[in-house]
């Protein structure tokens, strides 16, 4: 199983940007799937999640009204939206995917894990 996580790099404050995470290996509708980050000197934070069918998802309340996460399950692909683009954003994000009967904003409870993307917002 493998989730490549893609699109970080450096952005203004106020940009936007789109993170994308492909999965091959699995059955990738079966799962559900989170963006989380780390900020340097920072424990792992969930960002987002969103069900097996995108149906319903779930933003942390940090990102709400900036960020939003949806897929495309033809494609193995989930993305994240990021609008309005902060210093504090700056991150290494991930995505991570669980199967489960819900999604989770605990980090333990994902099974797989993408390698990271870097996101570095300049103010």
């Known amino acids: 199983v493998q989730l490549q996580a893609s699109g970080g790099g450096l952005v203004q404050t106020g940009g936007s940007l789109r993170l994308s995470c492909v999965a091959s290996g699995l059955i990738f509708s079966n799962y559900h799937v989170g963006w989380f980050r780390q900020a340097p000197g920072k424990e792992r934070e969930f960002v987002a999640a969103t069900t097996t069918t995108g149906d319903s998802t779930h933003v942390v309340e940090s990102v709400k009204g900036r960020f939003s996460i949806s897929r495309d399950n033809p494609k193995n692909t989930v993305y994240l939206q990021m609008n309005s683009l902060k210093p504090e954003d700056t991150a290494v994000y991930f995505c991570?995917?669980?199967?489960?009967?819900?999604?989770?904003?605990?980090?333990?409870?994902?099974?797989?894990w993408g390698q990271g993307t870097l996101v570095t917002v300049s103010s």
């Open positions: 991570a995917a669980r199967r489960s009967w819900y999604p989770s904003t605990s980090d333990d409870e994902y099974m797989y």
